[in-house]
């Protein structure tokens, strides 16, 4: 992704947002429902695959496509790595 000054912006603002009810508002004004859905859909995806579920059992708990699971599973990098060891703590 590229590093500029409007992704900056957006990130600066995610992150002021403190709870979850604050993070549903944000998200509602600037995506669609579908994108936060697929968004949520491919981080539960990446959660399964780092717990090294196999595809099989990740379509059948997500509904996502098995194409999904693998472009997720190309992408992940420490961005998800690090967000799945806050969760854990």
Do not use: H, W
């Not at 429902?33 to 959660?47: C, S, Y």
């Not at 599973?73 to 998800?80: D, I, L, P, T």
């Amino acid at each position: 992704m590229e590093k500029n000054e409007f992704n900056d912006r957006l990130f600066d603002a995610i992150l002021t947002l403190k709870t979850r009810e604050e993070c549903y508002k944000f998200f509602s004004d600037a995506c669609t429902p579908k994108e936060i859905t697929t968004i949520a859909q491919r981080f539960v995806v990446a959660q399964m695959l780092n717990e090294k579920k196999v595809y099989t059992e990740i379509v059948e708990k997500t509904g996502a496509s098995t194409a999904t699971i693998s472009r997720v599973s190309r992408a992940m990098n420490e961005g998800f790595k690090t967000a799945f060891e806050r969760l854990e703590k």
